[in-house]
């Protein structure tokens, strides 16, 4: 085998991406593995037949893996693997029993040793509240410096990232940075996240997967990634979750870990916040506002107490509205999205007036919608 | 020798002891909607017995053949057994449809001696025969009757009354070949018209055709039995639906199962105007060619209201279909209201085929041998579910993956979704209202309102506001400047394409004339461009995270 590198510390990097890539070992076995040794030692162990005792295919299946040139990929595809034992793996996995032994990257993964951590969490059907509450906690945790984890998702996950972007990049930076836990390979195409989230994630913060590369996203990576980020996080907080939905995957494997679960109360005329609604009766802590999640980390004396969150404002702090129609539809209204049909049920009014009323406000920016569906935003 | 023909359109040869008889009937038959006048030509002369039938007859003109004689012999005519050659001129013209029948029987007789040439002078026939002598009713009676020319049309009793429309005074009915032969020869009066017999004996071919226009119950109830009184609830589809009715606008409904989509688009035929004679003429016209049974009096007065199911193809949609072309769904909608329920499940090439006639107005069904043209005015209303579990207007609720509701959005395309003026999603009755129980407003008032507004847009020299012309809006529908600010801010933020724009104008000059304005003001304009939601994406989490981007 040729050296491709001079250190020695990518050499065993190298080695690592080796172990995690022979399939007849699993996930356990590696993390025994390199507890015990060096991931070269280790490779050693394998070529040399040491394990065959358990499982013959393990040293053929090893033979035929080319170090190098698959390190080469590696470094070519941008991804870095972290094994249990080196500086750049995460110490929550490091205390997690069942974690990976080597997990990959694609950006900075040192941060995640430096921030603590939340996941934010929920269903990929979300409703406008339910994303409207993700990427607003996500924004205002990113601000307070707590690193916001979620699964690049469509629905809550997409909000929760763009939320944690925005309120990183809002902070000059000051902030912690965005994180992502991906399902699958870091080379394939997320499963149907958005591509440019991905992108956006990684320029600042981070995307983590326990699969090595070339892995695609199958039906079985999506419990795996849950417990990943379970794992990862301080603490994970559901916003929207349907009564069997995916997120309790992480809900799960967060309270084995005996990791705080926090879900978001929600109407319980919404199938969407079943789920959390359950949670929050089995005994999770609710989500109010950002001092809820902060308390949970216990973070809640080291940062100055949070900003009230922005809705509860009483129509008073924003001054009378031109008419009185207005401010009817205004409260019909209420904070949460509300349809058409049902505002039109509810004043008891021509069509062409709640809508002309509609409109006005959204010109004043205190509505927003127009699709069907209208929500209050101040 | 050589045979010799009358000077006249119909004439005969009679040559008994030459062995040599002609004789010519003038008849029609049917391209399309429209009436092609046909000579059938008759020829008895000796040689072996036989029967030809020449000049490009199809199956069923071929088949006339075992009719006529039975027909002949049951009514106790002689069948001659000589070599019998029936020529359709003009030969290049397909002839389809048994509608022949009664002309061949007719030139039959002629030409065999049984009637005198002279009876049937300044006579046109179009009839099927059945094997006893009855004379059978044949689609298309308006169609032959215009292409009969100056000449008397015979036709079947039960299609005395449409021939009528367009050949009043110049029409005669017979019922059986015995009757129509002993009138001619003069030894008994015509047969008169009885319409109460008539439609009597109607119920029971409507049941073997299985099609009636929908008109035949109408005139009394426009609505076909469905009153907006039983729909409950739903304020803006019975919104968007007065106003899909009052303008001829295009209608989408996108709900979840059972929200009632299809209640609603039912009762939009009742709420509609009466047509207007020349439109009552062509809706007419088309039916009779299409062999669906018009009302009684002749003329479809209602506008039409079709439903095809989404397993129809794109034929049967535009038209066409083996000799004669028979008109399609959309053409059969003319004038009325073309119904695709569970618009998503329809082969998306059958959906496109309707953007051109949606244009257009006509549809051109070109095959080798020709085109045809039929008309398709029709106003579209479709019904859909927002995604494949069908929930997804209703928040948080729709359980389908990204792509699978992708897919579901594409099956209708951009193009198709773009000429929808009105599109409303629809949820599920709230149950509380549902048991309050409380009635809306019957289609009698609806429909009140939409004359009045239809009326106004005639002052306009138009029939509806969906056939103004971007001319016509800056005209007609000029917009207060509070209003044209509001349109001009969606113009800007992207909400509104250009070409909605023109739509929304028209739209919401509608909803000025529902409410009496002469001027379109803001809340006309809100209006319009709230029944104009949910553009191309239906799914409420979509649009969400689009906003959120």
């Given at each position: 085998m040729k050296a491709s590198s001079s250190s020695g510390c990518i050499r065993e990097e190298a080695y690592a991406v080796a172990l995690a890539s022979v399939?007849?070992?699993?996930p356990k076995r590696v993390r025994e593995l390199l507890v015990g040794s060096c991931p070269s030692a280790a490779w050693e162990m394998v070529t040399s037949g040491?394990?065959?005792?358990?499982?013959?295919r393990c040293r053929r299946e090893a033979e035929s893996v080319d170090v190098d040139s698959l390190y080469r990929s590696y470094e070519e595809a941008g991804v870095i693997a972290s094994f249990i034992?080196?500086?750049?793996?995460?110490a929550t996995l490091e205390a997690?029993?069942?974690?990976?032994?080597v997990i990959f990257s694609t950006?900075?993964?040192?941060l995640l040793n430096k921030f603590p951590k939340v996941a934010i969490v929920g269903t990929r059907s979300a409703t406008r509240y339910g994303l409207g509450v993700a990427s607003q906690f996500a924004a205002e945790l990113a601000t307070a410096g707590v690193c916001v984890v979620s699964g690049l998702a469509e629905g809550v996950d997409t909000a929760a990232h763009e939320g944690s972007c925005g309120g990183w990049e809002n902070s000059n930076r000051s902030g912690a940075p965005p994180c992502a836990v991906a399902a699958?390979?870091?080379?394939?195409?997320?499963?149907?996240?958005d591509e440019r989230i991905r992108r956006r994630i990684t320029r600042g913060g981070v995307v983590v997967s326990g699969d090595p590369i070339g892995v695609p996203a199958a039906r079985w990576s999506f419990p795996k990634r849950c417990k990943l980020m379970a794992m990862l996080v301080d603490a994970v907080v559901v916003v929207e979750s349907h009564?069997?939905?995916?997120?309790m995957r992480t809900v799960d494997a967060a309270a084995q870990l005996g990791k705080p679960v926090g879900a978001v109360p929600g109407s319980i005329r919404s199938p969407a916040s079943a789920g959390t609604n359950s949670l929050l009766a089995d005994g999770c802590f609710p989500v109010r506002d950002l001092s809820d999640i902060l308390v949970a980390l216990s973070l809640d004396g080291l940062w100055p107490p949070a900003r009230?969150?922005?809705?509860?404002?009483?129509p008073m702090d924003i001054g009378e509205s031109k008419d009185s129609g207005s401010d009817e539809v205004l409260d019909a209204l209420g904070w949460e999205p509300c349809s058409l049909e049902e505002l039109v049920v509810h004043l008891d009014k021509p069509v062409s007036v709640v809508c002309s009323s509609l409109e006005r406000l959204s010109g004043e920016g205190r509505v927003r919608g127009g699709e069907g569906y209208w929500e209050r935003i101040r | 020798m050589s045979p010799r023909v009358n000077g006249e359109f119909f004439g005969s040869s009679h040559s008994w002891n030459g062995e040599m008889m002609i004789a010519l009937v003038p008849s029609a038959t049917l391209l399309g909607t429209v009436g092609s006048p046909v000579t059938v030509e008759v020829h008895v002369s000796t040689g072996l017995p036989g029967f030809t039938v020449v000049g490009l007859p199809d199956a069923g003109v071929r088949e006339s053949r075992d009719r006529v004689r039975a027909a002949l012999l049951s009514c106790e005519l002689p069948w001659p057994s000589r070599r019998i050659t029936v020529n359709l001129a003009p030969c290049h013209v397909r002839k389809g449809g048994a509608g022949l029948d009664l002309p061949i029987a007719i030139g039959m007789l002629v030409a065999s001696g049984v009637l005198p040439a002279r009876s049937a002078k300044g006579l046109a026939f179009v009839g099927e025969l059945g094997l006893d002598g009855t004379i059978r009713h044949v689609p298309g009676a308006i169609a032959l009757a215009d292409a009969a020319g100056g000449t008397t049309l015979v036709v079947p009793m039960s299609d005395v009354e449409e021939a009528s429309i367009v050949r009043s005074g110049f029409v005669r009915g017979a019922s059986t070949l015995s009757e129509l032969v002993s009138a001619m020869k003069g030894d008994a009066p015509w047969p008169r018209y009885d319409s109460s017999l008539v439609h009597e004996g109607r119920g029971r071919t409507q049941l073997s055709t299985g099609?009636?226009?929908?008109?035949?119950?109408?005139?009394?109830d426009p609505g076909g039995g469905y009153d907006?009184?039983?729909?409950?609830?739903q304020r803006v589809g019975r919104r968007a639906l007065e106003v899909a009715a009052a303008g001829g606008h295009h209608l989408l409904m996108v709900g979840?199962?059972?929200?009632?989509k299809t209640m609603l688009a039912q009762r939009i035929a009742g709420i509609l105007p009466k047509l207007s004679h020349r439109d009552a003429l062509e809706v007419s016209r088309i039916h009779s060619a299409a062999g669906v049974r018009l009302p009684r009096g002749g003329l479809v007065s209602t506008p039409p209201f079709r439903a095809p199911h989404h397993s129809a193809s794109c034929v049967a949609l535009v038209g066409g279909g083996s000799w004669p072309m028979r008109p399609g769904e959309i053409s059969m909608a003319s004038h009325g209201v073309l119904f695709l329920d569970?618009?998503?499940?329809?082969?998306a090439s059958v959906l496109d085929a309707l953007r051109q006639p949606l244009e257009e107005g006509v549809v051109r069904v070109s095959r080798a041998r020709s085109t045809v043209e039929f008309p398709a005015h029709f106003q579209l209303v479709g019904a859909m579910n927002p995604c494949p579990c069908g929930e997804?207007?209703?928040?948080?609720a729709c359980r389908c993956t990204r792509s699978a509701r992708a897919r579901y959005a594409r099956r209708l395309s951009a193009p198709l979704l773009d000429r929808f003026d009105l599109v409303v999603p629809l949820t599920r009755v709230d149950p509380g209202e549902l048991v309050k129980g409380r009635v809306g407003e019957s289609t009698s008032d609806v429909a009140a309102r939409v004359r009045n507004a239809r009326e106004m847009s005639v002052g306009r020299?138009?029939?509806?506001?969906?056939?103004?012309k971007p001319g016509e809006l800056e005209e007609f529908a000029s917009l207060r400047p509070v209003a044209n600010g509001l349109l001009e801010r969606c113009l800007e933020t992207g909400r509104v394409s250009a070409r909605g724009f023109h739509r929304i104008r028209r739209v919401a000059r509608t909803i000025a004339d529902l409410d009496s304005s002469e001027t379109v003001e803001e809340r006309h304009v809100a209006e319009a461009l709230a029944l104009r939601a949910?553009?191309?994406?239906?799914m409420v989490g979509e649009l969400a995270s689009t906003t959120h981007g």
């Open positions: 399939r007849s070992i699993g040491q394990l065959d005792a358990d499982d013959p034992g080196s500086r750049s793996y995460p997690a029993k069942h974690a990976p032994g950006g900075d993964i040192s699958g390979g870091l080379d394939q195409r997320s499963c149907g996240g009564l069997q939905g995916g997120s009230p969150l922005t809705p509860p404002t009483s | 099609e009636s226009s929908r008109s035949t119950s109408s005139d009394a907006l009184a039983d729909v409950v609830g979840p199962p059972g929200s009632g569970e618009m998503g499940e329809f082969p997804g207007v209703t928040q948080g020299g138009v029939k509806c506001n969906a056939e103004l949910a553009r191309g994406s239906f």
